[in-house]
Each structure stands twice: as C-alpha cells, then as structure tokens.
C-alpha cells in the first residue's frame, strides 16, 4: 500500500528557530494534508494543499506541494514553545479516495525556550 | 458549533472482552471515519461510514466492525480484545463523499488499555 515517510524523525531547537520538516511518498498524491497532534488530542488540520506546486501560509506555517506530486514539505517560522508536539502529513489513499487518509510516521518537535 | 466528540475518553479493558467506542460527528458532517493509532506511530485508517453503510476499509479483521446512524453519529465495535489492541482510536469526520474536499476533523480520542 502507499507510504508517507517523514524527516526528521524528531527535532529539538531553541525558540525564534526556523525549522522545516518534509514528506515523500514512492506514489502520487493529488492532495497533502499537514496536521498537528498534542498529547492526549487528536490531530489538528494546520494546512491543506491540492494543486502540484501549491505554496500555502497559515500564520507563521508555511506549506508547499511538490511537482512531482509525491513529497511535500512543512515550513514554521520564529518558533514558540507552544508548537511542541507532533506534526503528520497525510494525503487520501488511492489518489481520489476520500477520506481514507494514509499518514506519516509523524515529526516530534521540541522547542526549548 | 460542536467539534467531534468521542467517548469514553478512557477505557481499560480484558483480553477477549468486547468494547463499544462512540463518536458524535462535527455539525454538518455526514462521514465518520475510524482510526487506529498506535503508541509512537501515526493514525491507521480502520474504515468509514458514509449513509450508514460501511465504504471503505482497511486492514483490520473482522474483529472489528461498526455502525453508523440516522443522525450519523457512529460506533466502532472490537471483539474478542487482544493486547494488540491497546491504542487511542479516532473518529474523523468530514462532508462525503467529494472529490477534493478531504479535510477529516478529529475528535480527541479514546484511549483503549487492554490488559
């Protein structure tokens, strides 16, 4: 079946660093999801991308969906200790098979202020 | 506006035991999907119920099973519990089925303990 592998496995940066974190697949997704999970919660959707190329802000999160359409990557800026927790990129399984979401293993982040 | 809502928020359970999870989608939402994730990994899609039937599913057994109602909450139903399936399950939903509007929204979980 389709795989999401995410890098880095996990980070630890001081706050006020830019970190980046990325996503590939060996198949083709037609949409890219980022979402970010708290202890004890569910995910959250941070960014939704749907066309190859796509670059999407929300606040300090920045979004892009690759050409090939089989990576995409997560962007944040200035970081703050509220963005620890773990952040998964997701995409529909099967291309246009909605709501059956394939996710990445996830990115740890951990901002030491 | 009510998010997902799922219950109980915890449970423990003994092996070959049955348990009923039950999940509220958000207003609006007729979709629900089930998700099994594990300690350390991420969400691993069980299925989906979209005009009370069963859509899609993935690689669970039949242990599994679940519902959804006329007012399209859901239940997910495991039989016969093994340790294994000690895990916080999710219940997403979401407007379906549309192609191009896959946002799913989460509820907080049910964090499962089979012992």
């Known amino acids: 079946g389709q795989q999401l592998n995410q890098s880095p496995q996990s980070m630890f940066i001081q706050e006020g660093e830019d970190v980046s974190m990325n996503c590939t697949s060996s198949?083709?997704?037609?949409?890219w999801l980022w979402y970010k999970q708290d202890p004890g919660e569910g995910p959250v959707l941070l960014i939704a991308?749907?066309?190859?190329?796509e670059l999407t802000s929300n606040g300090r999160l920045t979004a892009q969906f690759g050409i090939t359409r089989k990576d995409s990557f997560l962007n944040i800026s200035a970081s703050i200790p509220s963005d620890v927790g773990i952040y998964f990129c997701?995409?529909?399984?099967?291309?246009?098979?909605?709501?059956?979401?394939?996710f990445g293993q996830g990115t740890i982040l951990t901002v030491h202020p | 506006d009510a998010g997902v809502t799922q219950s109980p928020t915890h449970l423990i359970k003994t092996r070959g035991q049955q348990v009923t999870l039950r999940c509220s989608p958000k207003?609006?939402?007729?979709?629900v999907s089930w998700y099994q994730q594990a300690l350390g990994q991420g969400p691993q899609f069980i299925f989906q119920y979209y005009e009370e039937e069963e859509r899609q599913r993935g690689n669970f057994p039949d242990r599994f099973s679940g519902h959804q109602f006329p007012n399209y909450s859901s239940e997910l139903n495991v039989n016969a519990l093994l340790l294994g399936d000690s895990a916080l399950y999710l219940c997403?939903?979401?407007?379906?089925?549309?192609?191009?509007?896959?946002?799913?929204?989460f509820g907080q979980g049910t964090r499962l303990t089979v012992v």
């Open positions: 991308l749907y066309k190859a190329g």
């Open positions: 198949s083709i997704f037609n949409t």
């Open positions: 207003s609006g939402h007729d979709t």
């Open positions: 997701a995409g529909p399984a099967g291309g246009t098979s909605y709501g059956k979401l394939t």
């Open positions: 997403a939903s979401s407007l379906g089925p549309r192609i191009g509007e896959t946002e799913a929204f």
